[in-house]
């Protein structure tokens, strides 16, 4: 198609700045990014995508409509998977392509009638009744993934946690500036790698083991074993993603069982870092005097499901 690619780290400046051709026709950003949960400004990446007539494009599924708004900040087209808020239900595959500009949205239905990529009348059905609670849902999500943060960034068992309301990440304050909430996603590095991930991940018990995201349920996943195990592990590395690296998706449930869970679980990942408990799917939080374990409510700990 004589098309051709360059990819960035958006989020590095300058990066973009020397990326962008005069042949530059359309600039793709994500923020938050998936997995690494890098923020970048839109405003900025418009201002730097227009300087050469190029359309920006911003994929807004991290934030959803509700918390972030890339429209008013200069972008032409906003991108969503509605598979994941919108839909919020995990029982729904769709893309969506919104735009302000009336001649570019006639020249998207046009490929879209022509190429197919029409959805059923029930999955319209699905993502309209998601979009009524879309509010609610994110306020959940933000209230809930703030504390789960909070919980997060204290346990001994984690290096480094990035979550867009958290002061200690990198961007945090544009993420303040362009973002109303901090949402339900987040992304950590446990000390003590596959390890000590493979013990956290077998002692969750309300928050599932599964791929996608952004629904009423916590999901928590694996990128170096699931979504990114493709990737070889010197681009793997490049791109941040060791090991030890976990995404969560914190649902709607009450949050103290959503912390109740992944506090267990980090007992049970900070019991294998320090050698006193093997890792693996019969690994459980044992009272072995490690912060929280002994406190654990009794209905999350010991109960165990087959992850692997
Ligand atoms: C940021 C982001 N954009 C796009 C997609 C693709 O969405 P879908 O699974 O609906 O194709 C995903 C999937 O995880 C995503 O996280």
């Known amino acids: 198609m004589g098309l051709n690619f360059t990819f960035c780290d958006m989020a590095a400046p300058g990066a973009l700045e020397a990326a962008i051709l005069p042949t530059t026709r359309l600039v793709w950003l994500e923020t938050p990014t998936n997995p690494t949960m890098k923020i970048t400004s839109i405003e900025a990446v418009a201002a730097a995508a227009h300087a050469v007539g190029a359309l920006l494009v911003v994929d807004n599924t991290f934030a959803s409509p509700y918390l972030q708004s890339p429209l008013a900040l200069g972008a032409d087209v906003v991108f969503h998977s509605v598979s994941k808020y919108i839909g919020g239900h995990s029982d729904l595959v769709m893309g969506a392509l919104v735009t302000s500009d ?16 029409t959805p059923s009348p029930f999955d319209c059905f699905l993502a309209s009744r998601g979009l009524k609670t879309l509010a609610l849902r994110m306020v959940a999500h933000s209230t809930n993934g703030a504390a789960v943060a909070a919980v997060v960034e204290a346990h001994p068992a984690v290096r480094q946690v990035l979550y867009p309301g958290l002061p200690s990440h990198p961007s945090h304050a544009v993420a303040t500036m362009q973002m109303r909430g901090g949402g339900g996603m987040m992304t950590f590095w446990l000390r003590g790698g596959l390890p000590a991930a493979r013990a956290f991940l077998g002692a969750l018990s309300v928050v599932t083991l599964a791929v996608s995201l952004g629904g009423v349920e916590s999901l928590v996943e694996h990128p170096a074993l699931m979504t990114h195990a493709s990737l070889p592990p010197e681009v793997r590395a490049e791109l941040g993603i060791d090991d030890g690296m976990v995404r969560l998706s914190v649902g709607i449930e009450d949050a103290a069982d959503v912390v109740a869970d992944i506090t267990q679980a980090l007992d049970a990942a900070k019991a294998v870092i320090d050698g006193g408990a093997p890792a693996g799917p019969a690994t459980t939080a044992p009272a072995t005097g490690t912060a929280g374990a002994a406190a654990a409510p009794s209905k999350v700990t010991g109960v165990k499901r087959p992850h692997e």
């Open 102 to 117: 009336a001649a570019l949205a006639v020249r998207l239905r046009h490929l879209q009638v022509n190429m197919g990529a």
